[in-house]
């Protein structure tokens, strides 16, 4: 169970990542 549960936040993570990295420089100011 450990190991779907990690899948399914890592999909999560992946596609918030690769939403903020697609968006112009001027939107990711919280870094």
């Not at 169970?1 to 968006?23: A, C, F, M, P, Q």
């Amino acid at each position: 169970i450990s190991t779907r549960i990690t899948n399914e936040l890592g999909d999560k993570v992946n596609r918030i990542v690769y939403d903020i990295t697609n968006k112009p420089p001027g939107t990711v100011e919280w870094e």
